[in-house]
């Protein structure tokens, strides 16, 4: 018996050793595509004359939003039978679901990451800024903490973000209800969805705030001698990150169908927990690099922009090419990211919008994952 089993066990094991490098190899070539795409659609911004918000919630957004659209038309258009709807309509749920929980709470956690790593150098500067001179002058200075913490959202408009999430707020609500309703000409309303996302598109890119600027921008990474890249240049970096970015993001997906199945997960369910962490990994991605990077408001305008992009085109597909209709899995992601909005936006709202308080929304996709014993 021992004998027969084992060779059945380790081939299984290897299966299982190469599905796991390859999940771990994409995410490395996704982080390594986004580091030189956002550099790539910095110039984008700069010579296209957009404001600097727009190369966050257009630019950047559009470019990241691919995957998961084009997860949602590939099943819902030329999948075959139920299930493959289901992943559709599951991605067009998720995505938003993932954005405003694990990305939101990701860019938190980066931000507590780099407040600390700037205090660090603050208290360093002060030691030897006391070490040189005699006296207590120093003490009447703020922590050097609270200090980083202020810093970080310099240059957040908070009032646009609260507006942008209020709008996919609203958008969202229609998006779930008509989940929850059947009627003869509903696959017709996914029209209004497209034009949703056309009067925001037109809104961002007519934004009267300053031009994106290439002052203390980096060379683009295709030129790195260059103070000013050529347009050829800019193009072919930004059009051949955003096509690595599409491969893996779907190569990951594919690993992740694996790993549905092997962890007793249906269709549906792997859409909407497993697959929108490697169609938005993208975002997130983007959010690490700009924190990194001290571009906090961009990191934020690239999530709230792929929202708005989540709660129309995606939704807008699968409401025309299949019936919409939400069972208790899809209705729960739904309640759990209106949560989440409606979290984010108390927070903003009543000022207390902070580091430490946004990485506590990534609880909510636990929340989630939690009530699909009960739903499932």
Partial sequence: GRSFLAPRQEGERSVAVFHILTLAGCAVAIYLACEWFVNAIEWVGVRLRVGTLAVGTVLAAI??????????LVAVTLGKGADSKDIGVGAAMGGPLALATIAYGVTGAMLLLRAR???????????????????????????????????????????????????????????????????????????MFFAMYAVYFVREMRDDSEAHSDVDLDPLKLQPRRTTPSTWAVAVQTIGTLAIIF???????????????????????TALLLSPIATELPEVMNAIIWVRQGKT??????????????ATVPSGIGILFTPWKFGGALLLSGLVTMAAIVYLLTLIRSRRFTARRLTYVAGLYLVFAFGLLFVT
């Fill in 247 to 269: 491969f893996a993001s779907h190569l990951f997906v594919q690993q992740l169908e694996w790993a549905g199945p092997a962890l007793g997960l249906s269709a549906v369910v």
């Fill in 63 to 72: 470019g990241t939003a691919l995957p998961e659209s084009v997860v949602t």
């Fill in 117 to 191: 790593r700037q205090a660090a150098l603050a208290v360093e500067a002060q030691e030897s800024e006391a070490a040189e001179y005699v006296g207590s002058a120093h003490r009447d200075r703020q922590d050097p903490l609270v200090v980083a913490h202020r810093d970080l959202f310099t240059g957040v408009d908070g009032d646009r973000l609260a507006r942008d999430q209020t709008w996919f707020l609203a958008i969202f609500i229609v998006k779930v209800g008509l989940g929850l309703v059947a009627f003869a000409f509903k696959p017709w309303l996914g029209l």
């Fill in 297 to 310: 408001h961009l990191a934020l305008a690239n999530i709230s922009g792929a929202m708005m992009i989540q």
